[in-house]
């Protein structure tokens, strides 16, 4: 009970100042908390109710795309024909080893075997570049210089169907707002790396690690259902 | 430093060192200010919410008595009277003002938009829910103090573009923004980007506190507090949280989309491209509709508490009105078709009718336990008692006139007449804002650790009920003649009408305005309140005190009787004369 100005600065966790332990071993728990256990449990529930918003923010992504299918089948499936389904399907080899590598380091973070943990932050961050460099350079490029864009500014001439424009819409929609994801997510495990330089994690205390690490399968999982909805489809 | 009542606790660890209330200040002004803007205290939080809040709903509420103002005459524009000052430059673009029916359409707009995004959705989880919901359940804060603060921020941003559209001349699409007002017209401004952006950014506040209290009400309880040892208030605030968390994010997806649709023409909303605009309605209800419960469920949340601790009573079947919590929130998300009667297909109008109809049985559960809490009850009639009294009897009208709008053929006949503008009235502000109303003034000694004036506290709630009543009653005789909603201008059978609740209108504010004045007073010069001024059993009035110190409980309090338990247990903290009015004939609370 002797600490008393929790309330400022309580949310930080306790860590005296004069101890050389690394600052996991430190850091007891917020002062709201009983213990960094139950802090722990906190946060991963946190964490999971973010990732049901997360969910139901693509989900209407999903319903609008679903209805447009059923409205204008040959409009997708023609829009579809255009996309190079090799570029999705190596960003989806790309995505589900940085699944891998993720787990990696939340298992790495329990065990505390901090050079691993940092190699595979940094693999994981590497990977989500690869993603987009590779959408960037191979999909939306030529895809942009081609006219194939969203409503008022599509201007591909051979288009078949009239609704094309929407498909397009659609799939610079979608694959935009999970690209966005995928740059967030590359900003937390640069944020990750930090700490974990700093020595913030090991056995007991890795929160940070597992929750970045369930948002990064989430835009995995967003993905493994856009790739064959948008290039699957003929 | 107050010195500090701590009763029990005080008594039992007598010469522990007394810890400040959360108010005292931090040496000078500047360090003062710095440490309320960095702070990640849940009560300083809500009291910034409130403030907020406060200012919003009176810019809201002077909207509402623009709106008012205009419908005295039946045609000429009151507006044309701005003409050349402030603002009309605000609201008329110069000389377009009198000839013109933009005037109301914009002051309309402003009025929707910042009473819903900007006090009713936030109003009473992100004050009164921020101040309270640890302290009931005698937890030291929320789980995640930062994100608490950033939700206060991310407020302050959305607000922050809210104002600067507003200030650019506001938008006049509705506080619906329905395509395809809100994606052609206005062409070369930004401002109707600017409305839409501050409701995509309020929504990250919204889901922000939100998704703190779930992880609160999980986590946080004290030992000994069980799912239904927890006050009803948690219970309401429980189950608006859960609907801020699921349903948010769709209007996130929806307004980023009709973003895009300005921005690129996607056609996603446009037929012409091949879109459809009633999915822009489909997409807004789905949030739109969970979202009323997330006004209406921390109303009653507060009425729970009142109630209890106004008629000295159990609140008769407990676990009743908390399940019906959750059957709101979950009948909640699969009644949005009842926007959509005149324009979705007949099946699923018959569909969502019969859905509707749902949602009236666990409110009416609701209603119900608490009149059946006020039978025999030593009902005190103190300020915040009334206000109870008067959502008891308003939100009725507001629930059942309801029924007429779901039933399918009624609806068609009402749909989008002031009879609609009536029941949603009586139910959001006769519902919720007299709860929030009522909640402030039960939580005030709390809050501020001031009591206020008794007598024009009760004088301003009976203004607020006969102005409130005399403004939106004849609206139901107005819609039911199909007086047409949203029109500036009508024929003059409805003059008298429209002039009555004009009136009403005035009386009403003249009711808030009493309140805000009695509030000033209290701070400036009120009494000092007692811990526990009501003789209520939850533990923010037990084991805290009036106000709370800045860790809210000196010890880890230990729950050991029910929040209603009055019948059985002498409430702590209350000594012989903290009530303002007698206490009830029985001589208090233990002798049932």
């Not at chain 1, 089948?73 to 999705?88: Q, R």
């Not at chain 1, 030529?142 to 424009?165: C, D, H, M, R, W």
């Not at chain 1, 690490?213 to 003929?234: K, N, R």
């Not at chain 2, 979705?344 to 859905?355: K, M, N, W």
Request: net charge neutral; hydrophobic share 50%; glycine share 10%.
């Amino acid at each position: 009970m002797a600490t008393i100005d929790l309330g400022k600065h309580g949310a930080h966790g306790q860590v005296p100042a004069n101890d050389d332990r690394p600052y996991h071993e430190r850091y007891h728990a917020a002062h709201h908390f009983v213990d960094r256990e139950h802090e722990f449990d906190a946060v991963k529930m946190g964490v999971w109710l973010f990732l049901a918003t997360e969910v139901l923010l693509f989900s209407g992504m999903f319903v609008a795309y679903a209805i447009f299918r059923m409205m204008h089948p040959e409009a997708f499936i023609n829009g579809s024909g255009y996309l190079d389904v090799s570029w999705g399907l190596l960003n989806t080899v790309v995505l589900l080893l940085s699944s891998y590598t993720v787990a990696a380091a939340v298992r790495h973070a329990q065990t505390g075997n901090q050079k691993w943990l940092r190699i595979n932050i940094v693999l994981t961050f590497l990977a989500g570049l690869a993603f987009l460099l590779i959408k960037l350079i191979f999909e939306y490029y030529p895809k942009f210089v081609q006219g194939k864009l969203p409503g008022k500014f599509f201007s591909y001439p051979y288009a078949e169907n009239p609704y094309e424009p929407l498909f397009w819409g659609v799939y610079w929609g979608a694959t935009g707002i999970h690209a966005s994801h995928v740059i967030v997510g590359m900003g937390l495990f640069a944020w990750l790396y930090v700490r974990a330089r700093k020595l913030h994690f090991g056995p007991g205390h890795y929160n940070a690690v597992e929750g970045v690490g369930l948002y990064w399968h989430i835009v995995d999982i967003v993905w493994i259902f856009l790739f064959p909805l948008l290039y699957l489809i003929h | 430093m107050a010195t500090i009542d701590i009763g029990k606790a005080g008594a039992l660890h007598g010469g522990h060192e007394h810890h400040g209330s959360y108010l005292e200040g931090k040496g000078g002004i500047w360090s003062t200010i710095w440490d309320w803007m960095t702070t990640v205290d849940h009560k300083k939080i809500g009291m910034m919410y409130l403030v907020a809040i406060l200012v919003m709903f009176f810019f809201g509420g002077m909207a509402a008595i623009m709106v008012r103002l205009e419908l005295w005459e039946p045609t000429r524009a009151v507006a044309g009277g701005f003409e050349g000052n402030i603002l009309g430059h605000m609201f008329g673009e110069g000389a377009n003002l009198g000839k013109s029916n933009e005037f109301y359409n914009r002051v309309m707009t402003i009025h929707g938009i910042i009473m819903v995004f900007l006090v009713i959705v936030p109003s009473v989880p992100a004050s009164l829910g921020n101040f309270l919901l640890p302290l009931m359940l005698g937890a030291k804060d929320v789980a995640f103090p930062r994100l608490n603060l950033a939700s206060w921020y991310v407020y302050l941003f959305g607000s922050l573009f809210a104002i600067l559209s507003l200030l650019s001349y506001g938008v006049d699409t509705g506080w619906t923004f329905y395509t395809p007002y809100s994606t052609t017209t206005d062409e070369g401004h930004v401002r109707v980007v600017w409305m839409v952006t501050a409701a995509f950014i309020l929504g990250f506040s919204s889901i922000f506190t939100g998704l703190n209290f779930v992880v609160t009400v999980h986590k946080l309880r004290a030992p000994g507090m069980g799912w239904f040892d927890m006050p009803l208030f948690v219970w309401g605030i429980y189950g608006a949280a859960i609907i801020q968390v699921l349903a948010t994010p769709v209007i996130g997806i929806t307004l980023l989309l009709l973003l895009f649709e300005r921005f690129f023409h996607i056609g996603i909303f446009d037929p012409r491209l091949g879109g459809d605009p009633v999915l822009f309605q489909h997409f807004f209800w789905f949030y739109s509709h969970p979202v009323v419960y997330v006004m209406i469920l921390p109303g009653m949340a507060i009425i729970n508490e009142l109630i209890g601790a106004g008629s000295r009573k159990k609140i008769f079947g407990y676990r009743a009105v908390a399940f019906s919590t959750l059957a709101i929130a979950g009948i909640s998300f699969i009644v949005w078709g009842h926007h959509l009667f005149t324009s979705q297909g007949e099946v699923a109008s018959v569909v969502f009718s019969a859905l509707t109809f749902l949602v009236a049985i666990p409110s009416a559960v609701k209603v119900f336990n608490w009149i059946a809490t006020l039978y025999k009850g030593s009902i005190i009639l103190t300020t915040w008692m009334l206000y109870a009294l008067s959502f008891l009897f308003l939100f009725s009208i507001g629930g059942l006139t309801g029924l007429f709008l779901g039933s399918l053929a009624v609806d068609l006949h009402l749909h989008d007449t002031y009879f609609i503008v009536a029941h949603f009235h009586y139910v959001m502000m006769g519902g919720t804002i007299i709860a929030f109303i009522g909640g402030i003034h039960y939580w005030w000694p709390k809050m501020t650790g001031r009591m206020y004036n008794e007598l024009a506290g009760q004088i301003g709630c009976a203004l607020v009920f006969i102005g409130f009543n005399a403004t939106f009653f004849p609206q139901f005789f107005m819609g039911s003649r199909g007086m047409p909603r949203r029109y500036a201008s009508y024929v003059t059978e409805y003059q008298f009408w429209h002039q009555f609740s004009t009136i009403g209108s005035w009386i009403l504010a003249a009711g808030l305005f009493l309140h805000l004045f009695n509030f000033i007073a209290s701070l400036v010069n009120g009494r000092k309140a007692p811990a526990n001024p009501w003789g209520a059993l939850t533990l923010e009035w037990t084991h805290a005190s009036s106000p709370p110190i800045e860790h809210n409980f000196e010890h880890e309090p230990v729950v050991t009787h029910g929040p209603y338990d009055y019948d059985t247990v002498l409430p702590a903290q209350t000594k012989p004369g903290d009530y303002v009015l007698p206490r009830p004939a029985a001589g208090g609370a233990a002798h049932h």
